[in-house]
């Protein structure tokens, strides 16, 4: 059985930091991407974050690119979102995805929520 399993999520001020895990079981994840997402209140999932199996490439939403970096586990079956400068509009919760490829993302974790405060 496929489980994704996300930890990190919590309230942080505005400005702050925050670094979610998400580890994977079930199956081989060192020959898939990995990724996160996140959906707020009231709105569509959108993508944030995306790596490679092998780690060498990376690829970010605009709307964090500059402030969030995506790495993988020396496992690969591990990765991680690092979070900082973070602002009120990125609360919402945050998915760890993976699969052949980002569109075509194939398992999903439960979610963790991350609150940003003013």
């Known amino acids: 059985q496929v489980q994704l399993e996300e930890s990190g999520g919590g309230l942080v001020q505005a400005g702050g930091s925050l670094r979610l895990s998400c580890a994977a079981s079930g199956r081989t994840f060192n020959t898939y991407v990995m990724g996160w997402y996140r959906q707020a209140p009231g709105r569509l999932r959108e993508f944030v974050a995306a790596?490679?199996?092998?780690?060498?490439?990376?690829h970010y939403a605009d709307s964090v690119k500059g402030r969030f970096t995506i790495s993988r586990g020396n496992a690969k079956n591990t990765v991680f979102l690092q979070m900082n400068s973070l602002k009120l509009e990125d609360t919402a919760t945050y998915y760890c995805?993976?699969?052949?490829?980002?569109?075509?993302?194939?398992?999903w974790g439960q979610g963790t929520l991350v609150t940003v405060s003013s």
């Open positions: 790596i490679s199996a092998s780690g060498s490439l990376t």
């Open positions: 995805a993976a699969g052949p490829a980002t569109s075509s993302m194939d398992a």
